[in-house]
Nanobody, 125 residues
Framework: QLQLVESGGGLVQPGGSLTLSCQTS????????IGWFRQAPGKEREGISC????????NYADSVKGRFTVSRDDAKNTAYLQMNSLKPEDTAVYYC??????????????????WGRGTQVTVSS
């Protein structure tokens, strides 16, 4: 069973940046697509970005396109979400999720098999 651990959340001012990490120690991430999701209070969990295993294809929700960048370093068994130009509406718990896959990834919650426990991101002055 894949265990994913998110880190890097915190409090940041509007316009600031944070980089989240999603790491596993038990298995190599080589064959896993990784998705990033977030859930704000009172809202459903939404998919915001993902990266495939083969080829590193990426996908972004419109709400983060141009501000967030997803990447992976399989040698470190870690995926990243670089978040720039943060806005108060980006405040949420951020989760990563994994699924064994090839050249695709998805922004759908139902597509993924394993989830991390999340890390809080708060954007406030």
């Amino acid at each position: 069973q894949l265990q994913l651990v998110e880190s890097g959340g915190g409090l940041v001012q509007p316009g600031g940046s944070l980089t989240l990490s999603c790491q596993t120690s038990e298995f190599t991430l080589d064959y896993w697509a990784i998705g990033w999701f977030r859930q704000a209070p009172g809202k459903e969990r939404e998919g915001i970005s993902c990266i495939s295993s083969i080829g590193g294809s990426t996908n972004y929700a419109d709400s983060v396109k141009g501000r967030f960048t997803v990447s992976r370093d399989d040698a470190k068994n870690t995926a990243y979400l670089q978040m720039n130009s943060l806005k108060p509406e980006d405040t949420a718990v951020y989760y990563c999720a994994g699924k064994i896959s090839g050249r695709t990834c998805a922004l759908s919650r139902a597509w993924y098999d394993y989830w991390g426990r999340g890390t809080q991101v708060t954007v406030s002055s």
